[in-house]
């Protein structure tokens, strides 16, 4: 590096997603705030990303309201921001927020309490070389469905995967990615589908890796996804507070 230049960004920021209302979850809170196990499901998977070594800075992305006046339960050292209508909106701003100063990019959804250090290791490792998303395999018969709920073949399974978050991204990447979705490149009915990053990529015809998922990092999205959630916890399968 020439004297005067600026330093080229290293590290890994982590984006996390918790704008969301969670209109399906049926409570009068979003779930990303509802408690669990006398911890906020939002704060189990901040925790874990203040906590761990690879990762030098969280952004946390609310709804304007509640980034107006953000839980007093978040760490010290993380930033909160105002997200938008639309998942890509809030991480874009999330992402915005990091001022390129990482070189790779976590993007990781507060309604996923049990992310672990192990699994955010995994991501990192994967990013270093271009997107990469953690994934576990479809071990149900999977069907497709007319309209009107008639089948109409089974899928094969072998190839099909679930994809989990954090996914990884390098900055870059990401960047691009939703600098073309903020000018308008994609269909704006398309907006409320972009439930992942990973997505944006294939659009653009960018190779996505993937890396072993977990199947403990459980998304709450129902009352019922929470009761799993909190029996993982009371059984001890999940550790307090980890």
């Keep these: 590096m020439r004297a005067g230049e600026p330093a080229a960004p290293r590290g890994v920021g982590?984006?996390?997603?918790?704008?969301?209302?969670?209109?399906?979850?049926?409570?009068?809170?979003?779930?990303q705030f509802v408690d669990l196990c006398g911890i906020p499901v939002l704060a189990w998977s901040v925790r874990t990303l203040v906590n761990h070594p690879?990762?030098?800075?969280?952004?946390?992305?609310?709804?304007?309201?509640?980034?107006?006046?953000?839980?007093?339960?978040?760490?010290?050292?993380?930033?909160?921001?105002?997200?938008?209508?639309?998942?890509?909106?809030?991480?874009?701003?999330?992402?915005?927020?990091?001022?390129?100063?990482?070189?790779?990019?976590?993007?990781?959804?507060?309604?996923r309490p049990f992310m672990s250090a192990e699994l955010i290791s995994r991501v990192v490792a994967g990013a270093r070389n271009g997107p990469a998303v953690p994934v576990i395999a479809v071990e149900d018969t999977v069907k497709r469905v007319d309209e009107?709920?008639?089948?109409?073949?089974?899928?094969?399974?072998?190839?099909?995967?679930?994809?989990?978050?954090?996914?990884?991204?390098?900055?870059?990447?990401?960047?691009?990615?939703?600098?073309?979705?903020?000018?308008?490149?994609?269909?704006?009915?398309?907006?409320?589908?972009?439930?992942?990053?990973?997505?944006?990529?294939?659009?653009?015809?960018?190779?996505?890796s993937t890396v072993e998922g977990d199947p403990a990092n459980l998304k709450i999205t129902t009352a019922s996804d929470l009761a799993l959630a909190r029996a993982m916890v009371e059984s001890g399968l999940i550790a307090l507070g980890s």
């Design 148 to 208: 009107g709920g008639w089948i109409e073949a089974t899928v094969p399974r072998e190839r099909l995967r679930r994809v989990q978050t954090p996914q990884g991204f390098p900055a870059e990447v990401l960047n691009r990615t939703h600098a073309l979705d903020d000018a308008g490149a994609w269909e704006a009915q398309d907006a409320a589908a972009m439930t992942d990053d990973a997505l944006l990529c294939e659009r653009l015809g960018i190779d996505v």
């Design 14 to 31: 982590a984006v996390v997603v918790a704008a969301g209302q969670g209109h399906r979850f049926g409570a009068s809170r979003p779930k």
């Design 54 to 111: 690879d990762v030098d800075r969280v952004v946390v992305v609310l709804s304007p309201q509640r980034a107006a006046s953000p839980p007093p339960w978040l760490p010290n050292g993380v930033l909160v921001v105002s997200g938008g209508v639309f998942r890509a909106d809030s991480v874009r701003a999330g992402a915005a927020a990091l001022g390129g100063q990482v070189e790779t990019v976590l993007v990781h959804d507060g309604a």
